[in-house]
């Protein structure tokens, strides 16, 4: 499908959610160049906080750009610190020891404080629009918040991108390709070449690998997502797997709309459990898996005597051998002889003392070649 016109309430929201994905960018924007002036003035909240625009950092910052330096009391400034910060006072007082706004950085600051309190009024009076349409489509999101890694607001931005009405798309395929999720099939003469992706879905796209990533990163809460991203990672990397599951979530999402259902997978137990348990390769499970893909008995009884068959001629040719007998018959002889001392035997002739470490190796299975053993005189 080369264009998708939605519904006129869809483009509304389709107008906001894009608005409001602009402002976050233009607020993101703003905070790092707030934080360039705070390295450029000295001063390393950045280094005791957490977050250096949280509750206790943004106080303090206010408080030094509106105080001259030669006025700012450490008092004040520990005054200003929420109980709940895990930082020590030195570590806090240490990080604005020294600091100095240089040319208009105090200026600077200010405007980017105000901008910021613009962006922020802006992004609440979205939100408050898109809350009519949160309620209208209640139902809808309701099913897609079911999927690890779907919010509220990321599955109403999802629903601005591609509609609730699902039959404008042709099948669940259409609309991965549409949204750019797609890998490319070029391959020419039994050489398969580029895989890369389209270019559609500059909104869409990125959303959906956000909510992949978060999805890949889920191990308890549900880690249907993680299994299968792991599972991916091993074989095509970091990124196509990341593409490999947001374009899972897209087709999820595709037939959750269509059917008003709820995520539940086909798969998701099998998945689960597969994961759960760590098989070592060993005859059983060989067997186990040449009968779950169909194998007959002839096969698998052919596979059960070459296996068993090699452990009982190794086991045969050692206890024939002939310096293993005599050893038996010493050790016999000696009735209650400890096995820690060393055996004397014979090997060409040569005598060969086997010590303690090396006496449960020699009765079970000596060197095939006689003269390779290291002997002691």
């Given amino acids: 499908m080369a264009s998708f016109i939605p519904p006129a309430d869809i483009r509304d929201l389709r107008e906001l959610c894009r608005y409001r994905l602009k402002l976050t960018y233009m607020r993101t924007s703003e905070k790092n160049r707030f934080q360039n002036s705070m390295t450029v003035s000295k001063v390393r909240l950045d280094c005791v906080f957490s977050d250096p625009f949280g509750k206790s950092a943004s106080a303090i910052m206010e408080y030094l750009i509106e105080t001259d330096p030669d006025q700012v009391s450490d008092e004040e400034i520990l005054n200003l610190v929420d109980r709940r910060v895990q930082a020590s006072n030195e570590d806090i007082l240490e990080s604005i ?39 209208k489509y209640f139902r809808i999101i309701r099913h897609l918040v079911t999927m690890v890694g779907i919010t509220d607001i990321s599955a109403l931005y999802i629903l601005g991108e591609i509609g609730t009405d699902m039959s404008v798309w042709k099948d669940d395929a259409a609309l991965s390709c549409w949204a750019g999720l797609s890998p490319a099939n070029n391959a020419s003469a039994g050489k398969k070449k580029s895989t890369r992706t389209g270019d559609g879905g500059h909104y869409l796209k990125p959303l959906l690998v956000q909510c992949a990533l978060a999805a890949a990163k889920s191990t308890r809460k549900d880690p249907y997502f993680h299994c299968k991203y792991e599972t991916l990672k091993k074989r095509r990397g970091h990124k196509k797997a990341i593409i490999a599951i947001a374009r899972k979530m897209l087709v ?29 390769l060993n005859l059983n499970n060989v067997i186990a898996f040449l009968k779950e893909q169909g194998a007959d008995e002839s096969t698998i009884h052919l596979i059960e005597t070459q296996c068993c068959g090699k452990e009982t001629e190794t086991t045969d040719t050692c206890s024939k051998s002939p310096v293993v007998q005599d050893a038996k018959e010493k050790q016999s002889t000696s009735g209650s002889a400890d096995i820690s001392q060393p055996i004397q035997e014979s090997v060409n002739g040569s005598p060969v003392l086997i010590s303690g470490s090396q006496q449960g190796h020699a009765l079970n299975c000596p060197p095939k070649d006689p003269a390779v053993a290291t002997a002691t005189a």
């Fill in 97 to 135: 020891h020294g600091y100095e706004f240089i040319g208009v950085q105090r200026d600077k600051l200010n405007i980017i404080q105000l901008h910021l309190g613009q962006l922020n009024e802006c992004i609440r009076l979205i939100d408050e629009k898109l809350e009519y349409y949160r309620q």
């Fill in 252 to 280: 999820a999402i595709y037939h959750m709309i269509r059917d008003d259902a709820d995520f539940l997978p086909v798969d998701y137990e099998d998945t689960i459990q597969n994961t759960k348990k760590t098989k070592g």
